[in-house]
């Protein structure tokens, strides 16, 4: 039997030569954000004219995204599992697709045939001395790809930090390897305005010392977390996280000693920051990267005591619905996690789902609140499902309320100039409030 080395060796390459093992007419997955290997993604696109009907899907994107350009139209399709800023114009010209999928589904659905992939583009590790290479940064959706594509093209980043938990592949389970350093993209993180402050100030008074908490993409996870700088034992479950839980951990805050699951370690799927972050998880025993089916599913996440998900949304209706993704009928992000954790916390006992926003869009021209959505706006978190919705002015727990309830709670954390107008519209619809 071949050596691990002799299996690394033999499947060594170039880029250029190890995309042109990828066939026509079928799906490429790309590894999830930071994990996405710009050197293969960069031979692909210049490759391009090699292709006929090249699916290209993933999670969340963190390169430039060209190959959704139009150019590349026959070559190249886009299906998005969840939107950014690179891959949206294309969904909305609609020369690409949006999937919707609860993302701890990914690891059934590649798997049993209901959206299977047939090549993966990952970045991991150099082997260890035990011929193991690692996923790094991102492990959740992205270890079950490698495990159910038919081919599997891996750059071998020495820049890429080795993680703990799920994220480990053996040499021979991967058919392609390219050596290239490059730096990991870093981002997330956005910049806590007044308003964002207010929010986390707002949300932080509903975290309790020994909560286990779960934070969603932006800013608010970060202004949040500036603010629970006096608890005691909090615990990270969380689809991902960002630099404010280094800070923390760094504090004696975050311990995970209370944690039922996992007790004393951080979990996450994949994690999304700075170089600092990047260098912090490196070889760290105490975070553990760990599959989807396991971060994001609601019946492990409710195990922990006290769960505070903290998500941010676009837009909640009288009703309480929640939009936190589209604009109207224009596809603007993805559910990534966000209902799997609203549910885990719901089963929680002493759970809370908190779904915060700005009161305001478009520099304050806009209510986030609104008595009815446009048509087409999504339902990310239906109205059964909502608990806390979080504005800069207030906190409203619509759980257990009535719809009139709701409208005024709601109506209670707008910003103060559209409350006369928004209660112009309860009163149509509800009479005038005695
Ligand atoms: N109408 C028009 N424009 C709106 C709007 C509305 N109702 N709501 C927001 N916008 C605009 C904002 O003004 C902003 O524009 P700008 O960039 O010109 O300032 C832009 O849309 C983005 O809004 P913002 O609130 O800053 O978005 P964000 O970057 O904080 O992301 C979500 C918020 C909800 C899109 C993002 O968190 C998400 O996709 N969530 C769903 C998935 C999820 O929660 N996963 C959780 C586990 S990781």
């Given at each position: 039997m071949?050596s691990?080395?002799?299996i690394?060796?033999s499947r060594?390459?170039?880029?250029e030569?190890?995309?042109t093992h990828i066939?026509n007419?079928?799906?490429?997955f790309f590894?999830h ?12 696109v210049?490759n391009?004219q090699?292709y006929e009907?090249?699916?290209i ?7 430039t ?5 139009p150019?590349?139209a026959g070559?190249f399709?886009?299906n998005?599992?969840?939107?950014g ?8 010209e ?6 919707p999928?609860?993302?701890?589904q990914?690891t059934r659905f590649?798997?049993?045939g ?7 583009l990952v970045?991991?590790?150099p082997?260890?001395?035990n ?15 490698c ?21 480990f592949?053996k040499?021979?389970?991967i ?5 290239a350093?490059?730096p990991l993209p870093?981002?997330?993180a ?7 402050d207010?929010i986390g100030?707002?949300?932080a008074?509903l ?9 969603g993409i932006?800013?608010i996870?970060?202004?949040?977390l ?13 689809e991902?996280?960002?630099d404010g839980v280094?800070d923390?951990y760094?504090k004696?805050?975050v ?6 699951l996992?007790?004393?370690k951080?979990?996450?799927?994949f994690?999304m920051?700075s170089?600092?972050?990047y ?7 105490d975070?553990l ?5 396991y ?16 998500n941010?949304?676009l ?9 936190s ?6 596809q603007?992000?993805?559910?990534g996690?966000q209902?799997d ?5 719901a089963?929680?006992?002493?759970g809370?789902?908190?779904l ?5 869009a478009?520099h304050?021209e806009?209510?986030r ?5 446009p048509e087409?706006?999504?339902v990310t978190t239906?109205r059964?499902?909502?608990h806390?919705i979080?504005?800069e002015?207030?906190i ?10 709701r409208?005024?709670?709601l109506?209670?954390?707008a910003?103060?100039?559209?409350r006369?107008q928004?209660w ?11």
């Amino acid at each position: 039997m071949a050596s691990w080395q002799e299996i690394y060796r033999s499947r060594l390459t170039t880029a250029e030569e190890a995309v042109t093992h990828i066939p026509n007419n079928c799906r490429v997955f790309f590894g999830h954000a930071a994990n996405e290997p710009p050197v293969l993604v960069d031979a692909l696109v210049k490759n391009y004219q090699q292709y006929e009907n090249v699916e290209i899907c993933h999670w969340v994107p963190m390169g430039t995204g060209e190959y959704t350009h139009p150019e590349y139209a026959g070559h190249f399709h886009y299906n998005g599992l969840f939107l950014g800023g690179v891959t949206r114009q294309c969904v909305k010209e609609g020369r690409g697709d949006y999937t919707p999928f609860f993302y701890h589904q990914s690891t059934r659905f590649f798997s049993d045939g209901t959206f299977p992939i047939d090549v993966v583009l990952v970045s991991v590790t150099p082997p260890d001395k035990n011929g193991y290479v690692n996923l790094g940064v991102s492990v959740g959706g992205t270890l079950p790809a490698c495990k159910n594509a038919k081919i599997v093209i891996a750059q071998v980043n020495d820049q890429l930090p080795r993680t703990m938990g799920d994220g480990f592949l053996k040499v021979s389970e991967i058919d392609y390897f390219v050596e290239a350093s490059t730096p990991l993209p870093e981002g997330g993180a956005g910049v806590v305005t007044p308003e964002l402050d207010a929010i986390g100030k707002n949300i932080a008074s509903l975290v309790e010392d020994g909560s286990t908490l779960q934070l969603g993409i932006g800013a608010i996870p970060d202004a949040v977390l500036s603010y629970l700088g006096d608890r005691k034992d909090l615990g990270i479950h969380s689809e991902m996280f960002s630099d404010g839980v280094v800070d923390l951990y760094q504090k004696g805050v975050v311990t995970g000693a209370n944690k039922t699951l996992d007790k004393g370690k951080m979990v996450a799927a994949f994690l999304m920051g700075s170089k600092k972050l990047y260098d912090f998880v490196d070889d760290n025993p105490d975070v553990l990267m760990r599959r989807v089916d396991y971060v994001n599913n609601p019946a492990v996440i409710c195990q922990n005591p006290k769960v505070v998900a903290i998500n941010s949304c676009l837009q909640v209706d009288f009703n309480g619905q929640v939009n936190s993704e589209s604009m109207g009928a224009t596809q603007f992000s993805g559910i990534g996690g966000q209902l799997d954790y609203v549910r885990g916390a719901a089963m929680c006992p002493d759970g809370k789902a908190i779904l915060a926003m700005p009161s305001t869009a478009k520099h304050g021209e806009i209510s986030r609140i609104v008595p009815v959505f446009p048509e087409g706006t999504t339902v990310t978190t239906t109205r059964t499902d909502v608990h806390y919705i979080v504005t800069e002015y207030g906190i409203a727990n619509l759980r257990g309320k009535s719809l009139r309830q709701r409208a005024r709670l709601l109506i209670d954390i707008a910003h103060p100039k559209f409350r006369e107008q928004l209660w112009e519209e309860f009163e149509k619809r509800y009479g005038k409030e005695g």
